[in-house]
């Protein structure tokens, strides 16, 4: 049966999917309680699929429907030990993105920041360079990844332990005051870890707070996302998920430092990131309205930008809001915003389809380029099986 799975996995998977929506459209569906057993059903047998199919050492997956939560682990969190589950602790790498356009959104809202407000204005010295369109970057241009700036800033790899260290602010400033933009700000869209980075800098010197304070005030503490974090405690070191290289060897976990926290530095749970994405379905509670309103407006178009390079891999890009990928409706599939992250040999990414209540959650502990994309097309299409009509 795996090998079946591997030869025909897209085939296969719309045959189960296409039954699941004609399961879901039933007119004699059961009672409510057995609507959550088919929801629990259903992730379990997607990450059953992925897990037989992609072959990695271990997987997890989750999904929050009308406020129910359905997880799953399969294979190993570490070499040799037990299955990973909704308290596993892992690296989501770029998914921080996300939190860091809602970030940017609170900051807005309360009147911290503004989202066409030039970076400069927060932060001098990375608001001017040797290219005068430099001085034009907006905090809108680096959250939808228009600002103009390569995917990373160069530097020389750093000491085995601690590899991002020579990615500091004053490489960031070198890098300003002796390159051109790479095309000016708002007409292009290249993926950029070295803009959010700057962002997040952007967003702590305005409310003059450390970028990681500045997140559990705003974020992570008022959800109660205790093990969303930059830095592990003991007790979350033991919940963490071993991640591997291309190679399949176990990679050994490195500090992100205090300057790559607006990229990619987080770590998390499943169960932590689905009540996030609760908060992010809560669409008609009065309570951070406007903040989600302006986190998931679709701000910049693909119509028109050149270039647009690094956004497609999870999905076709449409749209770009405060970090999140649009992905415009097409057939059954709703309009789903979504974010995808690599970092330390973990692959993971998360979804929302915001009117129609449904958000899910994968990740793998391999570094697998042809398994992530089959993991994210098929949330996608856990989504649009499960989503209500």
């Known amino acids: 049966m795996p090998t079946h799975f591997k030869q025909t996995p897209s085939r296969f998977r719309r ?8 399961a879901l459209a039933s007119p004699t569906l059961p009672t409510p309680a057995a609507a ?21 050492p271990g997987l997890l997956i989750g999904a929050v429907r009308n406020g129910e939560t359905s997880i799953h682990g399969f294979g190993e969190r570490l070499d040799g030990g037990k299955a990973p589950n909704g308290d ?8 921080t993105k996300a939190f860091t356009g809602q970030m940017l959104a609170s900051l807005a809202v309360d009147g911290t920041v503004s989202l066409t407000q030039r970076l400069g204005t927060v932060a001098p010295d990375l608001g001017t360079g040797k290219d005068p369109d430099t001085s034009k970057i907006r905090l809108i241009d680096i959250a939808t990844h228009s600002a103009g700036l390569p995917r990373e800033v160069p530097h020389k790899p750093g000491p085995e332990g601690d590899p991002f260290a020579p990615i500091t602010r004053e490489a960031f400033a070198g890098w300003l005051d002796e390159n051109d933009l790479l095309y000016p700000p708002g007409t292009g869209v290249l993926y950029s870890n070295f803009g959010f980075d700057l962002l997040a800098i952007g967003l702590s010197e305005a409310a003059k707070t450390p970028y990681p304070h500045l997140l559990e005030k705003h974020i992570t503490g008022p959800l109660g996302l205790r093990d969303t974090v930059f830095k592990l405690s003991d007790d979350q070191r033991r919940r963490l998920m071993e991640g591997h290289g291309f190679d399949g060897k176990a990679l050994r976990d490195v500090p992100t430092g205090d300057v790559i926290v607006g990229s990619g530095g987080l770590y998390s749970t499943p169960k932590n990131l689905l009540r996030w994405m609760q908060w992010h379905l809560d669409r008609f509670d009065e309570k951070d309205a406007e903040v989600r309103m302006l986190d998931h407006a679709a701000y910049l178009y693909r119509d028109n930008l050149s270039p647009v390079s690094g956004m497609d891999e999870s999905g076709h890009m449409d749209a770009m809001s405060l970090g999140w990928v649009v992905m415009m409706p097409e057939g059954n599939r709703p309009l789903i915003l979504q974010k995808a992250g690599g970092l330390q040999g973990t692959f993971s990414y998360i979804a929302f ?3 129609r209540g449904i958000a899910a959650f ?27 009509r």
Not at 15 to 22: D, E, T, Y
Not at 36 to 56: H, M, N, P
């Open 88 to 95: 596993t602790v892992l690296r989501i790498g770029s998914i």
């Open 362 to 388: 994968v990740a793998i502990n391999q570094f697998d380029f042809a398994a992530a994309m089959t993991m994210a097309e098929v949330v996608n299409e856990m989504i649009a099986a499960l989503e209500p």
């Open 353 to 355: 389809a915001p009117t």
């Open 36 to 56: 959550d057993a088919l929801l629990d059903e259903t992730v379990e047998f997607t990450g059953t699929i992925l897990f037989l199919q992609s072959k990695v």
């Open 15 to 22: 045959a189960v999917l296409g039954f699941l929506v004609c």
